[in-house]
Nanobody, 130 residues
Framework: QLHVVESGGGLVQPGGSLRLSCEIS????????VGWFRQVPGQERTGISA????????EYADSVKGRFTVSRDSAKNVVYLQMNNLKPDDTAVYYC???????????????????????WGKGTLVTVSS
């Protein structure tokens, strides 16, 4: 079982940048994937990015493509989400979680039949406002 802890959220002005971190602990050998998700109160949690380990395949939701970059530091067991050109619509609580395969992390809200992620972190709040 892998465990995750998110950090790096905060208040940023529109157009600004933030880098979120997802520290992973547990048995990190072998193949797995890390996904970034976000949730606005009253809305469903949705996948926005993912990266596979050790192959470094990546995926992005259309809403963040070209602005967000996911990367991995294998030595530190940390996955980053670099967020540039932030918009007020990016305001949300951001979560990371793991899955056995990147194909199981959907760039959309969860639907019945999807892989059920069970190792959510507590999340980190990102607020984009002037």
């Amino acid at each position: 079982q892998l465990h995750v802890v998110e950090s790096g959220g905060g208040l940023v002005q529109p157009g600004g940048s933030l880098r979120l971190s997802c520290e992973i602990s547990g048995s990190t050998r072998g193949y797995y994937a890390v996904g970034w998700f976000r949730q606005v109160p009253g809305q469903e949690r949705t996948g926005i990015s993912a990266i596979s380990s050790p192959t470094d395949m990546t995926e992005y939701a259309d809403s963040v493509k070209g602005r967000f970059t996911v990367s991995r530091d294998s030595a530190k067991n940390v996955v980053y989400l670099q967020m540039n050109n932030l918009k007020p619509d990016d305001t949300a609580v951001y979560y990371c979680a793991t899955a056995p395969s990147i194909s199981l992390i959907k760039m959309r809200p969860w639907r019945p039949g999807d892989y059920a992620i069970d190792n959510w972190g507590k999340g980190t709040l990102v607020t984009v406002s002037s």
